[in-house]
């Protein structure tokens, strides 16, 4: 049936799938033979995309990646709502950083890793596991102890149906597997790709929210596609961010969430909690 959908899930809920089917070769094998991030893609060598962060937990020195996120000022990071939803209690939030700059060398020795702080979901956003058809206002914000970068993300104002039929740009920090083992091969650098924007088929999203997106591969490279590890990844048009990946469909088209209809909710949080502890007084925006 085409009208299942495939939540992307962060990594961590596969790890937990996988340990506890391992016994079941078959759903292994169809858990290994995912590849986590973006297919078909190439590596990222600018530093203009240096705003596209990983989110990352950091347990016993050993670095696990979680979703993709961009960073927009020096204290806030914009990710999909079901990247960060497991990570709200202290124990969970407290093995939480964001990881940037360079991925292919352990941000342990790098230092480029920060502290998440604060977590804030989208006030309606409600996701059912038991019902992957179920996501609504798939966006969060992610308060994070300061950090100073040369590019952060810009989000684009206008509407984003004025966009349909545009070229759009993807990148993904998702992981990639080695041996059929998750979190072997993280040390990978970002992976770009391109596609059309295109209205999504209700078919397959018949009770997702709308607003929301469609990206389409294009005729060049078909096969060319964001995927599960790349979730709250930025959807990228004139080096703006204009939209937050929270699905792949069965047909490798990948939904997101428009930034364009929730710019107000993003300003208020970060206007509101501008004098948060560990704020420094130079905030860009
Ligand atoms: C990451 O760091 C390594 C080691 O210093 C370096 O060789 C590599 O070029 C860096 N990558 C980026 C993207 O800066
Ligand atoms: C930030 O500015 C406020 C008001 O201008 C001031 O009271 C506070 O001490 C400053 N904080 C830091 C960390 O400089």
Same mark, same amino acid.
């Given at each position: 049936?085409?009208?299942?959908?495939?939540?992307?899930?962060?990594?961590?809920?596969?790890?937990?799938?996988?340990?506890?089917?391992?016994?079941?070769?078959?759903?292994?094998?169809?858990?290994?033979?995912?590849?986590?991030?973006?297919?078909?893609?190439?590596?990222?060598?600018?530093?203009?995309?240096?705003?596209?962060?990983?989110?990352?937990?950091?347990?016993?020195?050993?670095?696990?990646?979680?979703?993709?996120?961009?960073?927009?000022?020096?204290?806030?990071?914009?990710?999909?709502?079901?990247?960060?939803?497991?990570?709200?209690?202290?124990?969970?939030?407290?093995?939480?950083?964001?990881?940037?700059?360079?991925?292919?060398?352990?941000?342990?020795?790098?230092?480029?890793?920060?502290?998440?702080?604060?977590?804030?979901?989208?006030?309606?956003?409600?996701?059912?596991?038991?019902?992957?058809?179920?996501?609504?206002?798939?966006?969060? @914000?992610?308060?994070? $102890?300061? +950090? =100073? %970068?040369?590019?952060?993300?810009?989000? *684009?104002?206008?509407?984003?149906?004025? !966009?349909?039929?545009?070229?759009?740009?993807?990148?993904?920090?998702?992981?990639?597997?080695?041996?059929?083992?998750?979190?072997?091969?993280?040390?990978?650098? @970002?992976?770009?790709? $391109?596609? +059309? =924007? %295109?209205?999504?088929?209700?078919?397959? *999203?018949?009770?997702?929210?709308?607003? !929301?997106?469609?990206?389409?591969?294009?005729?060049?490279?078909?096969?060319?596609?964001?995927?599960?590890?790349?979730?709250?990844?930025?959807?990228?048009?004139?080096?703006?961010?204009?939209?937050?990946?929270?699905?792949?469909?069965?047909?490798?088209?990948?939904?997101?969430?428009?930034?364009?209809?929730?710019?107000?909710?993003?300003?208020?949080?970060?206007?509101?909690?501008?004098?948060?502890?560990?704020?420094?007084?130079?905030?860009?925006?």
């Amino acid at each position: 049936m085409i009208e299942n959908i495939f939540k992307i899930v962060t990594s961590f809920s596969l790890l937990i799938s996988v340990s506890s089917t391992q016994d079941n070769e078959g759903i292994y094998l169809r858990q290994s033979t995912r590849a986590l991030r973006l297919i078909e893609g190439e590596t990222v060598t600018t530093t203009v995309y240096d705003y596209v962060i990983v989110l990352a937990s950091i347990i016993d020195q050993e670095v696990h990646r979680k979703c993709t996120a961009s960073i927009l000022t020096s204290r806030w990071v914009l990710t999909a709502a079901h990247c960060v939803e497991a990570y709200q209690d202290p124990v969970q939030l407290a093995r939480m950083y964001i990881w940037y700059k360079n991925f292919t060398v352990s941000p342990l020795e790098t230092k480029f890793y920060s502290k998440i702080l604060e977590i804030f979901i989208h006030p309606h956003y409600v996701y059912s596991y038991n019902n992957d058809q179920l996501d609504f206002n798939d966006i969060a @914000l992610v308060r994070v $102890r300061s +950090v =100073l %970068m040369d590019n952060y993300g810009q989000l *684009l104002a206008t509407d984003y149906l004025a !966009l349909l039929g545009h070229e759009v740009t993807f990148i993904g920090g998702g992981q990639t597997e080695k041996r059929g083992f998750i979190d072997s091969d993280d040390m990978q650098p @970002l992976r770009i790709g $391109r596609g +059309v =924007l %295109m209205t999504c088929d209700k078919n397959f *999203l018949q009770k997702m929210s709308f607003p !929301l997106i469609c990206v389409a591969p294009r005729c060049e490279n078909k096969k060319q596609t964001a995927w599960y590890g790349d979730a709250g990844a930025p959807l990228i048009h004139d080096n703006k961010i204009i939209a937050v990946l929270v699905t792949i469909t069965p047909t490798v088209v990948t939904a997101y969430v428009p930034v364009s209809p929730y710019l107000h909710w993003i300003y208020n949080v970060i206007e509101t909690h501008k004098n948060s502890l560990y704020s420094i007084n130079k905030t860009r925006f």
